[in-house]
């Protein structure tokens, strides 16, 4: 009995001091050194934190390369965060000096080698956002550890500029913005050129990102300037074409900005702007929270990406043919748009307060606003068709978050499942709609019983929050978070959600332009869980109706 717990504990020695390990990695810029973590059995993990992808870039321009280091690198602290503000835009916090990425390397009984790869890009509005936890928190949203452990896959989350220093422009040369997707675009490019050293294949990588993000992986698969850099695209809530990814008139807002930090708004505007203050200038591009049905809050996203003539040579839906050969999926969470209207109308979750008819006619008249009366009405009696003569309390609240939620995502989602596929060559593509319930709905609870998945509510299942934080979640989150992963995972290794290492709950067909079929996901998808068509009556009226109506003389 002793020597046999002797021997086990021997096994086990062997086991953690014989434990799979990159160790010291050669990188282009040098050697670095990240951490070795035991996971189980057999399983080990590489986690490199704060891995510099570029030099610490010029204010308002494009990243450089970085210039290396000599001995070994020690990549085992998440560095600072890109300088953005805080929760109530009064402060800022993060450096300038951001451009690093982390990486997630699982590996069995003997180093891996040729694993797919998985790049994060985050959302928040372009305005802020890290991937850069605490390494006292080991469980932190973007922790790549369970995605990787569990799929297989090396993950990469990497950092790009936001707020002001990442996406202002005047327009023109003289500043022209997109700042933080070339950043993106720089780690991707590292990504490709070097990951093959920890054990990935530069032919296998697949960029996903939520939001902005989402919007971001969207915009680096229409850029002609990643041929063969990436194979495989997620964008979940938000595509290139919605309404709030691109700025037409950046200058305004620029204008804005130079004011505050007391430059002036002449030729001499951008000269002054690139040697303002940093943090001066990052407080001077907040977004205005006040919005009401008038006045939506989606309008008030000013720091986006601009069709700056070199990353987007033309506006985004003339781009399609640059991404025929990526693989895509895009998806949307049902109640996307919660968050956003009910900023913009209040009482909708509110359980004694109706919502009157009269905002839900205000709303959709700021969404149609360049085709006048017309646009409204036809857009109002879309909406009101499944109402009956008597709609209930909850029926008109609804029918706000539907149209907040098809205006903001799902429509320009839609939109660019379509043109993907009937762009693509060897692309696939596929659709999903994402319809875990939110746990902040039902009674006693913020949001109302009818709640289905806010804006964002998928990060923690793809993520794999149900798992590394056990106790928080009831057994069906974790059903979902293991069918989101196995699908994202199985799409990095072969390009298809069905096949790969893990089993998923029901096959997901593609989306084709005649069949537009698309999954749902939740912790109760079977195989009654794919649709086709989604929401096809609101998508014709906004992709096909509105834009067809002329627009309304001056006068009117
Ligand atoms: C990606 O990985 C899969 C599975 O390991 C492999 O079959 C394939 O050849 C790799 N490369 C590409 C470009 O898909
Ligand atoms: C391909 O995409 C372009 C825009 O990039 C679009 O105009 C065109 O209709 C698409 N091709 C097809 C066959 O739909
Ligand atoms: C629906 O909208 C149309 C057009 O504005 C209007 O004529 C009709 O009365 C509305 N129906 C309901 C139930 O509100
Ligand atoms: C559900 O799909 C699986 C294969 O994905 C099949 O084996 C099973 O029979 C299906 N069940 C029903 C009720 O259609």
């Given amino acids: 009995m002793a020597r046999l717990g002797l021997l086990v504990a021997f096994a086990v020695f062997l086991e953690v001091v014989s434990g799979a390990s990159l160790g010291v990695v050669n990188t282009e810029g040098g050697m670095v050194q990240g951490e070795n973590i035991r996971l189980g059995f057999r399983r080990h993990m590489d986690v490199f934190r704060g891995v510099p992808f570029a030099d610490i870039p010029g204010r308002f321009e494009k990243p450089k390369r970085h210039p290396g280091w000599d001995g070994i690198l020690k990549a085992t602290e998440f560095r600072k965060r890109c300088l953005q503000l805080k929760f109530y835009m009064t402060h800022t916090r993060g450096s300038e000096d951001c451009l690093y990425l982390n990486i997630w390397v699982p590996h069995g009984s003997t180093v891996s080698t040729d694993l797919p790869v998985m790049v994060w890009i985050y959302g928040g509005?372009?305005?802020?956002?890290?991937?850069?936890?605490?390494?006292?928190?080991?469980?932190?949203?973007?922790?790549?550890?369970e995605i990787a452990?569990?799929?297989?896959?090396?993950?990469?989350?990497?950092?790009?500029?936001?707020?002001?220093?990442?996406?202002?422009?005047?327009?023109?040369?003289?500043?022209?913005?997109?700042?933080?997707l070339w950043d993106q675009q720089a780690a991707i490019a590292?990504?490709?050129?070097?990951?093959?050293?920890?054990?990935?294949?530069?032919?296998?990588?697949?960029?996903?990102?939520?939001?902005?993000?989402?919007?971001?992986?969207?915009?680096?698969t229409l850029t002609p300037h990643n041929k063969g850099l990436f194979k495989r695209a997620i964008s979940q809530s938000g595509v290139a074409l919605c309404p709030w990814a691109i700025n037409k008139n950046p200058r305004k807002f620029a204008e804005e900005v130079a004011l505050k930090v007391n430059c002036p708004t002449d030729e001499n505007m951008a000269a002054c702007l690139k040697i303002a203050d940093p943090v001066k200038l990052t407080l001077a591009g907040p977004i205005s929270l006040s919005s009401s049905p008038d006045s939506p809050i989606v309008e008030n996203l000013l720091l986006s990406p601009?069709?700056?003539?070199?990353?987007?040579?033309?506006?985004?839906?003339?781009?399609?043919?640059?991404a025929a050969d990526i693989d895509y999926i895009a998806g949307i969470n049902d109640m996307?748009?919660?968050?956003?209207?009910?900023?913009?109308?209040?009482?909708?979750?509110?359980?004694?307060?109706?919502?009157?008819?009269?905002?839900?006619?205000?709303?959709?008249?700021?969404?149609?606003?360049?085709?006048?009366?017309?646009?409204s009405d036809i857009a109002?009696?879309?909406?009101?068709?499944?109402w009956g003569s008597n709609p209930s309390r909850e029926t008109i609240k609804r029918t706000v978050v539907e149209i907040g939620t098809d205006y903001i995502f799902l429509v320009p989602t839609q939109a660019a499942l379509y043109l993907h596929a009937a762009n693509a060559t060897t692309g696939r593509t596929y659709s999903y709609s994402f319809s875990q319930p939110s746990y902040l709905g039902g009674i006693g609870r913020p949001y109302p019983k009818w709640m289905g998945a806010d804006h964002?509510?998928?990060?923690?299942?793809?993520?794999?929050?149900?798992?590394?934080?056990?106790?928080s979640y009831l057994p069906r989150y974790r059903d979902v978070s293991g069918y989101l992963i196995a699908y994202w995972t199985n799409f990095a290794r072969t390009g298809d959600p069905n096949k790969g290492e893990?089993?998923?709950?029901?096959?997901?067909?593609?989306?084709?332009?005649?069949g537009q079929k698309f999954l749902d996901i939740n912790s109760k998808t079977n195989n009654d869980s794919v649709g086709q068509k989604m929401r096809e009556p609101y998508v014709h009226f906004w992709t096909s109706v509105l834009p067809s109506l002329p627009k309304p003389s001056k006068n009117e």
Avoid: C
């Fill in 125 to 145: 509005g372009f305005l802020t956002g890290s991937s850069m936890g605490s390494k006292i928190v080991t469980t932190y949203l973007y922790s790549g550890q």
């Fill in 149 to 180: 452990d569990r799929g297989n896959v090396i993950v990469v989350t990497l950092g790009y500029r936001v707020g002001t220093l990442g996406f202002l422009s005047t327009g023109d040369s003289s500043l022209p913005g997109n700042y933080g």
């Fill in 190 to 220: 590292w990504v490709h050129r070097n990951i093959r050293s920890f054990g990935g294949d530069p032919d296998n990588v697949t960029i996903f990102g939520e939001s902005a993000g989402a919007a971001s992986v969207s915009f680096q």
């Fill in 306 to 322: 601009v069709i700056d003539g070199d990353f987007l040579p033309d506006a985004p839906h003339n781009l399609f043919h640059n």
């Fill in 336 to 375: 996307d748009g919660h968050l956003f209207t009910s900023l913009d109308v209040p009482s909708i979750n509110l359980p004694l307060v109706g919502t009157s008819v009269d905002v839900v006619k205000r709303l959709l008249a700021s969404y149609t606003k360049d085709k006048g009366q017309a646009g």
């Fill in 380 to 386: 109002f009696s879309t909406y009101n068709s499944t």
């Fill in 456 to 471: 964002a509510d998928d990060l923690q299942y793809v993520f794999g929050l149900p798992f590394s934080m056990h106790l």
């Fill in 502 to 514: 893990l089993s998923v709950p029901v096959t997901w067909p593609e989306f084709t332009i005649t």
